[in-house]
T-cell receptor, first 116, second 112 residues
Framework: DTGVSQDPRHKITKRGQNVTFRCDPI?????LYWYRQTLGQGPEFLTY????????KSRLLSDRFSAERPKGSFSTLEIQRTEQGDSAMYLC??????????????FGPGTRLTVL | TQLLEQSPQFLSIQEGENLTVYCNSS?????LQWYRQEPGEGPVLLVT?????EVKKLKRLTFQFGDARKDSSLHITAAQPGDTGLYLC????????????FGQGTELSVKP
């Protein structure tokens, strides 16, 4: 088990460009979560999938953000027309809950986005 | 306003001292997790507490979940420089799916 992996680890882009991040969850984990973390703050929930179904999206996820998990395995998070306020660490987590209260989430190393 | 208030936000202590980090809310959580995060890395799970009043120990770390499931604490005994990092509490609300609500974090620095 190699853990949750994310790619790229760092991304620097210019304002207005589109960016896409990838997350590979732990094998057999059916839930996959995306969070965003700004400097000095705890992570904030963005969205999550159970298998390929996107079950919830935060109000933080504007129309410029879209996430997919086409085959219930890896997921992508795309940000269109990036803004400087999008600069943050984007974290992915996966889990295999036996029950709702035992949904232990394991995090990847994150993708650090800097928008110039 | 933050749903989970973590305090203190910053803590700088000498090696060997004890410390306690608090995580408080007016909401009831079905479970609460504590994570530790290094700069530039994702959070690493330390413990999950599920039952009100539950106490769990992990070597020098003691975690407690409040009886009413609204608060939690992390106590570190005889802190070491290797304990330095960002400590995050995260809770799950009833009937809110799987998402975690995080506190702001406590930045701990342990000086030798």
């Amino acid at each position: 088990d190699t853990g949750v992996s994310q790619d790229p680890r760092h991304k620097i882009t210019k304002r207005g460009q589109n960016v896409t991040f990838r997350c590979d969850p732990i094998s057999e984990h059916n839930r996959l979560y995306w969070y965003r973390q700004t400097l000095g703050q705890g992570p904030e929930f963005l969205t999550y999938f159970q298998n390929e179904a996107q079950l919830e999206k935060s109000r933080l996820l504007s129309d410029r953000f879209s996430a997919e998990r086409p085959k219930g395995s890896f997921s992508t998070l795309e940000i269109q027309r990036t803004e400087q306020g999008d600069s943050a660490m984007y974290l992915c987590a996966s889990s295999q809950p036996l029950a709702e209260y035992t949904d232990t989430q394991y995090f990847g190393p994150g993708t650090r986005l800097t928008v110039l | 306003t933050q749903l989970l208030e973590q305090s203190p936000q910053f803590l700088s202590i000498q090696e060997g001292e004890n410390l306690t980090v608090y995580c408080n809310s007016s909401s009831v959580f079905s479970s609460l997790q504590w994570y530790r995060q290094e700069p530039g890395e994702g959070p690493v799970l330390l413990v999950t507490v599920v039952t009100g009043g539950e106490v769990k120990k992990l070597k020098r770390l003691t975690f407690q979940f409040g009886d009413a499931r609204k608060d939690s604490s992390l106590h570190i005994t005889a802190a070491q420089p290797g304990d330095t990092g960002l400590y995050l509490c995260a809770g799950r609300l009833y009937n809110q799916g799987g998402k975690l609500i995080f506190g702001q974090g406590t930045e701990l620095s342990v000086k030798p």
